[in-house]
């Protein structure tokens, strides 16, 4: 079992950046899948960027673009860079893990707290 502890989130007005990380614990981390996802007020847990077993990057078409994720496992921590935000982009972000490749699904076995994000126009 993993344990997620996101951080970075806040307020920023539109056209503006922040960079959300997530720090990871566990058995064989490297191992591990990760993704963030963000799930904004009335709506459901929407996938925004996952790397996959073989280190490829999948993003939703709605961040393609502006949004990278990457990791340092040296530092055992996520991250994922947001630039160009968008009042669309409001929402609460969460990381997360798993030994399953799960892309931007949210079927993943591990998540984090989540860290608030909110983009003013």
């Known amino acids: 079992q993993v344990q997620l502890v996101e951080s970075g989130g806040g307020s920023v007005q539109a056209g503006g950046s922040l960079r959300l990380s997530c720090v990871v614990s566990?058995?064989?981390?490297?191992?591990?899948?990760v993704g963030w996802f963000r799930q904004a007020p009335g709506k459901g847990r929407e996938g925004v960027a996952a790397i996959d077993s073989d280190g490829g990057t999948r993003y939703a078409d709605s961040v393609k673009g502006r949004f990278t994720i990457s990791k340092d496992n040296a530092k055992n921590t996520l991250y994922l860079q947001m630039n160009s935000l968008k009042p669309e982009d409001t929402a609460m972000y969460y990381c997360?893990?798993?030994?399953?490749?799960?892309?931007?699904?949210?079927?993943?076995?591990?998540w984090g707290q989540g860290t608030q994000v909110t983009v003013s126009s």
């Open positions: 997360a893990a798993d030994v399953r490749d799960y892309g931007l699904s949210p079927m993943y076995d591990y």
């Open positions: 566990g058995y064989k981390y490297s191992t591990y899948c």
